[in-house]
């Protein structure tokens, strides 16, 4: 046990909705008029995308990341891996078998907190103790989380149930479950054989997986993020302690507030609002993570050099990433006596964060591994975001 990372293993999701007609409309009444009064023919609303994604506020008190926005989620627990959760698939007509086939799909590379659980290694389970494969306990853990924080429930039901699936929790006492879950996390297990539900795994899409860097607070995550679309915004419920408040935005919205530094956003959020900004439309979204989510992902280490009028958060790829990335910490990053910009202007391959107080941008010309896409680097003074070149 002497040699146990110094982090833990965590899952989140990007949830994202198809706008409502009503709000499509709004907006695009709102754009028309904005590019009529406008002597900038290249005007584009903010709100041109027809999809929205949920997005939660830290509470100040927050241990990790407070104050800041992120995707809904949290720590993984070892009830999320119980063999438990087999009679709650069981009873939805979902065999051992089918669970083993789901967890082998995946035809790329496969991180460690997939094939080495530290979850798993921390409690000392074994595998004759029959835990749950790590590809579905994380995404149980996301769909945990995410219940806890807001409410919102990604669940499936039994094809043959008399109770509509936008209503069967009509009768539930949400907020006692999501405190009973808070405080012991293996009774989320409890919820769904009484509420007759199970996890929805299938709608959560692998889509990368970020390991807090080792300069960043005292607290570090190995965080695994899913993507899952669906087509009608779903009732929110805070817990009001993790989590005090929440928006539903496009990826464009919350860079720009971000970079005017009215929202708070930790660097991966950045980075994947900067990938998921490629998309206008909810159906193309939902067809990439779907179609991408089998290729695999990589653990990215995000390794921070300062410079003096800011940092730059290095990623795999980068001219400058090193060969040997310290994992654990144990050396400060080094100090470079250059603006962020001319750092940038001495390298050809560049893969990236610009970090200049509190606000971020991504900085990439490198090709993506694992069939996902180049972020685009948001420019607040530009309709659009560009590919860097």
């Not at 010309?365 to 003074?381: A, R, V």
């Amino acid at each position: 046990m002497d040699n146990i990372p110094p982090w833990r293993e965590a899952a989140s999701v990007i949830i994202v909705v198809r706008a409502s007609l009503q709000e499509l409309v709004g907006n695009n009444l709102a754009n028309m008029m904005h590019r009529a009064r406008s002597s900038n023919r290249q005007a584009v609303s903010k709100n041109h995308c027809d999809y929205r994604l949920l997005m939660v506020k830290r509470s100040s008190l927050s241990s990790f990341m407070a104050n800041a926005y992120v995707f809904p989620g949290g720590m993984a627990e070892i009830s999320d891996y119980s063999p438990k959760w087999y009679d709650v698939f069981q009873a939805h007509g979902v065999s051992r078998d089918s669970i083993r086939e789901f967890s082998e799909k995946v035809n790329g590379p496969r991180p460690c907190m997939i094939t080495e659980s530290l979850t798993l290694t921390t409690a000392n389970v074994k595998p004759e103790q029959d835990p749950l494969p790590s590809d579905v306990a994380l995404r149980i853990a996301a769909i945990r989380e995410t219940f806890e924080e807001t409410g919102v429930l990604l669940m499936t039901r039994p094809k043959h149930s008399k109770i509509s699936s936008l209503h069967w929790y009509e009768d539930i006492d949400l907020v006692a479950w999501q405190e009973k879950i808070r405080k012991d996390p293996i009774a989320f297990t409890d919820f769904c054989l009484e509420a007759n539900v199970c996890p929805d795994i299938w709608s959560l899409h692998e889509w990368w997986d970020w390991l807090t860097p080792t300069s960043v607070g005292h607290r570090r995550y190995d965080t695994m993020f899913y993507v899952c679309c669906l087509e009608k915004q779903p009732d929110v419920v805070l817990d009001h302690s993790e989590v005090i408040t929440l928006k539903w935005c496009t990826p464009q919205e919350m860079l720009e507030e971000h970079s005017t530094n009215s929202v708070f956003l930790a660097p991966p959020q950045v980075y994947e609002l900067s990938r998921i900004i490629h998309f206008q439309s909810f159906q193309s979204l939902r067809n990439f993570a779907v179609s991408r989510g089998d290729k695999g992902v990589e653990r990215w280490l995000p390794v921070i050099i300062t410079c003096k009028d800011g940092a730059i958060s290095l990623l795999p790829g980068d001219e400058m990433y090193p060969r040997k990335p310290d994992y654990l910490g144990k050396s400060p990053g080094p100090d470079y006596g250059v603006s962020v910009d001319e750092m940038r202007k001495r390298h050809t391959d560049v893969h990236r964060m610009e970090v200049r107080g509190p606000i971020c941008t991504a900085i990439s010309n490198i090709s993506p591994t694992c069939g996902h896409l180049q972020p685009l680097t948001y420019e607040p003074d530009r309709p659009i975001a560009q590919s860097y070149l």
